[in-house]
C-alpha cells in the first residue's frame, strides 16, 4: 500500500519560510513525476507545483517565484520550500504523484500564513 506522509507545516508571519516535506512509500518513486497540491477551507484542491521524474518543474501562478519544488529519489522524499509566505497560501498541503490518485492522498500539512 502508498503511503504519502507530509510534514513541515505551521504557524508562520506573512513574508516567512517554511519547508515541506513529503516520505513516499512508493518502492519506485523515481519514476513518477510528483506533485504539492493545497486545499483552503470551502475551496477546491489545486496543484501548486509539480516535477517530473526527469526534474522538470512547473508552478501555479501564484507561487510562482516564491515556491520551489525539488526531489531526492534516494530518499523517497519531495520538498517543497516555501518563502514569502502570504495569508493566501493557508491551506493544508498535500503530495502525490502527477497526475494524483485518490488512493494515496494523506492527511496533509497544515500551513498557516497569520500574523
Known amino acids: 500500500q502508498v503511503q504519502f506522509v507530509e510534514s513541515g507545516g505551521g504557524l508562520v508571519q506573512p513574508g516567512g519560510s517554511l519547508r515541506l516535506s513529503c516520505g513516499a512509500s512508493l518502492s519506485i518513486f523515481r519514476q513518477y513525476g510528483m506533485g504539492w497540491y493545497r486545499q483552503a477551507p470551502g475551496k477546491q484542491r489545486d496543484l501548486v507545483a509539480r516535477i517530473t521524474a526527469g526534474g522538470s518543474r512547473n508552478y501555479a501562478d501564484s507561487v510562482m517565484g516564491r515556491f520551489t519544488i525539488s526531489r531526492d529519489n534516494a530518499k523517497n522524499t519531495v520538498y517543497l520550500q516555501m518563502n514569502s509566505l502570504k495569508p493566501e497560501d493557508t491551506a493544508v498541503y498535500y503530495c502525490?504523484?502527477?497526475?494524483?490518485?485518490?488512493?494515496?492522498w494523506g492527511q496533509g500539512t497544515q500551513v498557516t500564513v497569520s500574523s
Open positions: 502525490n504523484i502527477y497526475p494524483p490518485y485518490n488512493e494515496y
